[in-house]
């Protein structure tokens, strides 16, 4: 496996378990559909939580939530809506993350960021 593909494996489990750690229930990893790809989603009562994760291994191009612009913002709503509609419960509340995972494997989540 590409060493690229593993640090971002490893940022995602990473953010699944600080979720976990504090009372989220996993629903969906890296949900695809033809537009785009969910890395994260989680829920904790009528809350849903859709978390981008991005690993980087220095800090030397900036920080992963930097890379999460009005674009990929856009796209992850869209896709959100779509995941959203293929669920039979409704939540009252969603919220938009960004995991923001270093590479000695510090996670940083970004509550709300769009």
Do not use: H, P
């Not at 537009?35 to 849903?48: M, Q, S």
């Not at 896709?79 to 919220?95: C, I, M, N, P, S």
Request: charged share 40%; with cysteine; glycine share 10%.
């Amino acid at each position: 496996m590409n060493r690229r593909l593993e640090l971002g494996r490893d940022g995602e489990r990473r953010a699944a378990e600080w979720y976990r750690a504090r009372g989220y229930t996993i629903r969906d990893r890296n949900w695809r559909t033809r537009n785009g790809e969910l890395d994260l989603i989680v829920d904790r009562g009528d809350e849903v939580v859709f978390c981008e994760v991005k690993t980087r291994s220095s800090a030397a191009y900036g920080r992963g939530v930097d890379a999460v612009g009005f674009r990929k913002q856009r796209r992850l709503r869209s896709l959100a809506l779509q995941w959203l509609q293929g669920q039979r419960r409704r939540y009252a509340d969603v919220r938009f993350d960004v995991a923001d995972v270093d590479g000695d494997g510090t996670v940083e989540i970004i509550e709300g960021c769009f």
